[in-house]
């Protein structure tokens, strides 16, 4: 018998964990450890039972330490491991996910959806995503390339659905909401005619925000690091129109 150690990289959804699938839990319980940072694992707290699980919080700091650690000192063969992130795994994470899939290999490794905050914003603004750009930001790498999309979109009438750039420890970096207004209108768009809107803390009943308006009204408004953007172009068509 082949014996490998099994990871679970897991979608956990934005928050609530009214939008915490079943296959996921199912996941987090079948694991021995659980590796994630503080927000996500305060989202499945009440799937874990720590008597069965090892959980380890880590920041972007000692990630790699600790995966090291579990992976090569502590995982046994045919021990598991759950890696929960927030929203779908499937956006925003591809830096960390790679490097997963290189640690413990691709046929090791089970990739487990989620809600994502996208679809979300995309429910609450009436912004189809078949006919919505997506575009991220939440990347640590140059984005550059990202913002040549988003302008050449909003110029050609698209509706963009975005996860803005915070960077507290260094705000030269920001990507944020007010960053984007100014950056649109400096290339030559007319920002006061375009409908936007700002949702923070999506799905958090305490927290969460909906912001509504033109997208020059954003320039020098603040925004939470949990916000998503949506440049709302959208033009509806039923299939009577067909």
């Given amino acids: 018998m082949d014996l490998t150690k099994k990871l679970f990289v897991v979608g956990v959804g934005p928050g609530s964990t009214k939008y915490l699938t079943d296959y996921s839990k199912e996941a987090i319980k079948n694991s021995n450890f659980i ?30 330490e600790i995966y090291q650690h579990v992976f090569n000192d502590l995982m046994k063969d045919n021990d598991r491991c759950t890696v929960p992130f927030t929203g779908d795994v499937n956006f925003s994470e591809s830096e960390v996910v790679d490097r997963l899939l290189d640690l413990f290999g691709d046929d090791n490794v089970e990739v487990i959806p989620g809600i994502s905050s996208i679809q979300i914003a995309s429910a609450k603004s ?110 509806r068509q039923t299939y009577l129109e067909f």
């Fill in 126 to 235: 009436r912004v189809p995503l078949d006919k919505a750009t997506i575009i991220t930001f939440h990347i640590t790498g140059d984005i550059e390339e990202k913002k040549i999309e988003l302008a050449k979109s909003v110029a050609d009438g698209k509706s963009i659905i975005l996860v803005p750039r915070p960077w507290p420890s260094n705000p030269s970096k920001n990507f944020m909401p007010s960053d984007i207004s100014l950056f649109l209108r400096k290339n030559g768009i007319d920002t006061s005619k375009i409908d936007v809107w700002v949702f923070e803390n999506l799905t958090n009943n305490e927290k969460e925000t909906e912001y509504k308006g033109k997208m020059d009204s954003l320039e020098n408004k603040d925004f939470s690091a949990l916000s998503v953007m949506v440049i709302d172009q959208n033009i």
């Fill in 35 to 64: 590796v994630g940072y503080n927000y996500t694992l305060s989202t499945i707290e009440h799937v874990i039972d720590k008597s069965i699980q090892k959980v380890f919080e880590i920041t972007m700091k000692n990630q790699e």
